[in-house]
Each structure stands twice: as C-alpha cells, then as structure tokens.
C-alpha cells in the first residue's frame, strides 16, 4: 500500500464533499440539506450576513491578465525647484525691515526684505556721475560735428587745407568714442541700481539707503531666516518662497527595481499615515545616472497627475511601479493566498443569500509581486476568491477543523 501524507487526505476529502454536495443537487435535496452537509465538510464553512459584515471581506475573481510585476519603493514628496526659490541677501549690510512672514503669500515684484546698505549709496552716486559724463559726452560729440561740417565747407571754399579737415574727423571720432564710453557707463550704473532695488514700484516711504529683496515669483512664504538687526554677507539666505502646488515624487530605486523604471512609467502611491487608503498617480519623468552614495539607491522623479488629499510636501508615501507586461497569467490578489496546516490555498466564496459559502481550494503559486500572485494549478479562471480579509477566513475554517470538522 502507498502511504500518503495529510494534505492528501485534506484533498480527498474535500474532492468527496463536493461529488456529494453535487450528488445531493442533481437527486432534487432540499438545499437546507445540502446547506448543512456542505457547512459540515472539511475546511469549508457557511457564514451568516452578520460574521460577513463584521470580517468585513473583500470579494475579488482570479483571472487571466499580462503579467507585469510590480515593486513597491519608498518616495517622498518634494517641492518643484523650478517653483521653488531661496532669496539671499544681494549685499552687505543690516536687515531693516521684514514685511512678511512664513505662510505668506506673494506675487512676483512684491518687497519682502529692506536691508540698510552704503552699497545702495554707492551705486546711486555712480549713477549720477554717469548721467553726468554722458551729458559731457553728448556734449563734446555735438561741438565735434559743428566743427567738422564747418571745416568740411572751408575746406570746399578752399579757405582751409585738408589736414584741418582730417583733425575734425580726429576729434569727432573720439568724441563718440568718449560718448559710446559714457553710455556704457551708464547703462552699468542703472542697472546696479535697478538690481539693488529690484523690478517694481519703489514705496513712498523708501529710505535711499535701504536695498530691496523682492519676490521673484508667485507662492507662499516656506522659510524665514532672518529678523530686523540681523547684519548679512552678500548670498546669506534670508527667505525661501515656493509654489506649494508644485509638486514632484522623489522615488528611491533599489538595483533591481531600476531595471523595471524608464521615463514614462507610470506609478500609483499613497501617503504613509494615511488610513483612507487614497491612490495617487504619478509619471516618471527622470531616472539619475548615478547611484546614491549614501542610500545605495537610484532616484527617480515623477510628475503627479493626480494626488490624494493631504498631499503636501515632505511627506513620505509608499510607490508602487508596474514593471513590463509579459506573459498571460492567471493571477488572483497577493492577500487571497494563504497557508492552511503546510497547504497553500485560496479561498473560494459564493453568495449563499445575505452570507457566503467558503471552502479552502489548495493551489501551487508561481510568480509572485507586490500585488498578485500567478497560480500554476489547482484553480480556474473566474472563480471569485476572498482577497481582504482572507487571513480571517482560514482562522475561521482551521477553528471548524479543530473542532472537529476536519482531520
């Protein structure tokens, strides 16, 4: 005689449950009967509407799909950096005034920071003197054309020679040379001015020694680093002002993982704390060359297309990245398989009125990923299987076989 192991048996009896549960049907029983011998079969249980409502189970079919496995990687959520912008000071000098705080809101050209420097006085006695020497220049270039028409008509009446024409020339070159010079000059000197006191309007109450520090873009105060005294080194940060919109994921990529991310792939992910569950979608839009030093990690930035509410940034999520199709499979969700006494299984559910029928159907497992399993044998394609919940329906079937319904 063959010996054979426990999970054999389990099988056997399970596969002469169901031939009587069919035989019972097909002789015309009363389905409270065959409710009953079904109930009493090894790991099979009827459950009632209330023990369904409280395990609060989550029905889902197995089915022939691509394969595509997919990982799931840390990310967290950081600000765009091209709507993201930190404002140091543009000279040396003492902060006077700070005329915003952090959580603000600005427009671009709005005057954040007033800081007291002799740099601002510099550059406004430099723009006189320009203005000045282009007035001087403008000056010696009219005299200098006077001078040359004239000499160019004596020369004509023959009352001068041609050498007194050619110094004229001499003389109104140099004196657009001079006046070319001037209107460098001061170009240079107004935009130093303009830089110190940025694009925009200039407040009433302007103090000629103060510089301006001015929004250069539309968002929200994030950082303040500075208060009203504090004495600043030219690039000393002051502010830090950003679109809190604009948003990218920072998804961190383990050497495996990197294989199965280009750009373009698309990604779910949800926020870590949060318990709704919520999914947001993401693009891939840039992959490093390089790996992380300190992480051994690759880093890929995505594009959010949608986002759950909450999301803000440095918040860390969870992504979950589809790798490339292959292969049909069949597959049923990763939390249906479970081990019940050294078998692999799923559990397989019918309706049975306002309750479920339920019954433990052994399965080899091939592939797995984040979110399926690929099933090799011992399950059909359709039948509806417990995903959600699935751990408290093997307690419920291996309670009934303890008590006496199984081995």
Excluded: Y
Excluded at 51 to 77: Q, Y
Excluded at 206 to 220: N, W
Excluded at 279 to 307: H, I, N, Y
Excluded at 384 to 394: E, M, N
């Amino acid at each position: 005689m063959i010996a054979r192991g426990p999970a054999f048996l389990r099988r056997v009896r399970i596969v002469s449950f169901l031939g009587v549960s069919g035989l019972l049907v097909a002789c015309g029983a009363d389905p409270e009967v065959v409710a009953d011998v079904e109930a009493a079969a090894p790991d099979t249980a009827l459950l009632g509407a209330e023990s369904v409502a409280i395990a609060g189970f989550t029905l889902d079919t197995a089915r022939r799909i691509p394969w595509s496995a997919s990982t799931s990687a840390p990310a967290r959520l950081v600000l765009d950096p091209t709507r993201h912008q930190t404002l140091g000071s543009i000279t040396e000098g003492r902060v006077t005034r700070v005329l915003v705080r952090e959580g603000d809101a600005v427009r671009p050209g709005q005057i954040l920071v007033a800081i007291h420097s002799h740099e601002i006085m510099d550059a406004r006695s430099g723009l006189v003197s320009a203005e000045s020497q282009q007035r001087t220049a403008k000056a010696e270039r009219d005299a200098a054309d006077v001078a040359l028409g004239r000499a160019e008509r004596l020369l004509a009446a023959k009352a001068v020679g041609q050498a007194e024409v050619d110094r004229a020339r001499v003389a109104m070159t140099s004196a657009v040379s001079r006046l070319a010079e001037a209107d460098a000059e001061l170009v240079r000197a107004t935009g130093l001015v303009e830089h110190l006191l940025g694009d925009g309007p200039l407040p009433a109450e302007l103090d000629p020694h103060e510089v301006l520090i001015r929004a250069p873009i539309s968002g929200v105060v994030i950082e303040r680093t500075v208060v009203p005294g504090t004495v600043v080194l030219p690039g000393q940060p002051l502010l830090a002002v950003a679109d809190p919109r604009a948003l990218q994921l920072e998804v961190r990529l383990s050497d495996r993982q990197v294989s199965d991310v280009t750009v373009g792939s698309r990604l779910t992910f949800t926020l870590v704390g949060d318990a709704s569950g919520t999914t947001g979608t993401a693009v891939v839009r840039r992959v490093t060359p390089v790996v992380d030093g300190a992480t051994r990690t690759t880093m890929a930035m995505a594009e959010l297309l949608t986002r759950p509410d909450g999301t803000r940034a440095e918040r860390f999520a969870n992504a979950r990245i589809a790798g490339v199709a292959a292969d049909d499979a069949l597959v049923v969700p990763l939390a249906a398989v479970q081990a019940l006494a050294g078998d692999t299984i799923v559990i397989v559910a019918e309706q049975r009125g306002e309750g479920l029928h339920i019954a433990a159907v052994p399965v080899r497992v091939g592939r797995r990923d984040a979110d399926h399993a690929e099933i090799v044998a011992g399950l059909e394609a359709g039948r509806v299987v417990i995903a959600k919940g699935a751990v408290i329906a093997r307690a419920e079937l291996l309670k009934r076989r303890e008590g006496g319904g199984g081995e």
